[in-house]
């Protein structure tokens, strides 16, 4: 049972173009809408979130959207870095006692390459 | 400020051997969680614990046992190791609030069993 897509396990994009990574769930439950940046030998590092009531959410160079009706998350580098290299997860948390969030569920992860 | 912390940083296991992965987190936070990563794949949640004396099941948690004692500490034990149990372990942490707040992650133990 996937409730988490992430269907492009790498993108290779140039330094300064705009970098899209993509996510599908299935749990219409879910909402709230997180990605995660992971670098070699790191632990996942919270990068950017994204409430329901929402459709698009900035934050310097990364703006995550969100499409609930097709259930689908994307998230955009602009301009793209080298240091933006990474391994990006989306992710979903649950509510879990009462009204405070819990445990979170990880997509696959993108490999994203930025070459200069 | 250290955040969350695990040692050991690798570690090879014997099939059959136990071990226990520690975990410290110094932000005096309540939720503590437990995450394994395969290759190619998503981090998946082995056991949580929402304070201390409170610990439950995640998505993966056969083969591992949990205890949390103080807020501080969350170690995840390893009994009988088998290679399914090769990954990487993750330990995170995350405040207790209405709004989302973010989990904090350690660097993680990369564990192999042979």
């Known amino acids: 049972d996937q409730q988490v897509k992430q269907n492009s396990p790498s993108l290779s994009v140039q330094e300064g173009r705009i970098s899209i990574l993509n996510c599908d769930y299935t749990?219409?439950?879910?909402?709230?809408f997180l990605w995660y940046k992971k670098y070699p030998a790191e632990g996942p590092t919270f990068l950017i979130s994204?409430?329901?009531?929402?459709d698009k959410n900035e934050d310097g160079r990364f703006t995550v959207f969100l499409n609930k009706s097709a259930k689908h998350l994307s998230l955009h580098i602009v301009p793209s870095q080298p240091g933006d290299s990474a391994v990006y997860f989306c992710?979903?948390?649950?509510?879990?006692?009462?009204?405070?969030?819990?445990?979170?569920?990880f997509g696959q992860g993108t490999i994203l390459t930025v070459h200069p | 400020n250290a955040g969350v912390t695990q040692t050991p940083k690798f570690r090879i296991l014997k099939i059959g051997q136990s071990m226990t992965l520690q975990c410290a987190q110094d932000?005096?936070?309540?939720?503590m969680y437990w995450y394994r990563q395969d290759p190619g794949m998503g981090l998946k949640l082995i056991y949580y614990?929402?304070?201390?004396?409170?610990?439950d099941k995640g998505e993966v948690p056969n083969g591992y046992n949990v205890s949390r004692s103080t807020t501080e500490d969350f170690p995840l034990r390893l009994e009988l190791a088998a290679p399914s149990q090769t990954s990487v372990y993750f330990c995170?942490?995350?405040?207790?609030?209405?709004?989302?707040?973010?989990?904090?992650f350690g660097n993680g133990t990369r564990l192999t069993v042979t």
């Open positions: 994204i409430s329901s009531i929402k």
């Open positions: 749990n219409s439950m879910f909402d709230y």
């Open positions: 614990s929402v304070g201390a004396g409170i610990t």
């Open positions: 995170a942490s995350s405040q207790r609030t209405g709004e989302y707040s973010p989990l904090h």
């Open positions: 992710a979903f948390p649950h509510r879990a006692g009462g009204t405070s969030y819990g445990k979170l569920t």
């Open positions: 932000m005096n936070h309540n939720y």
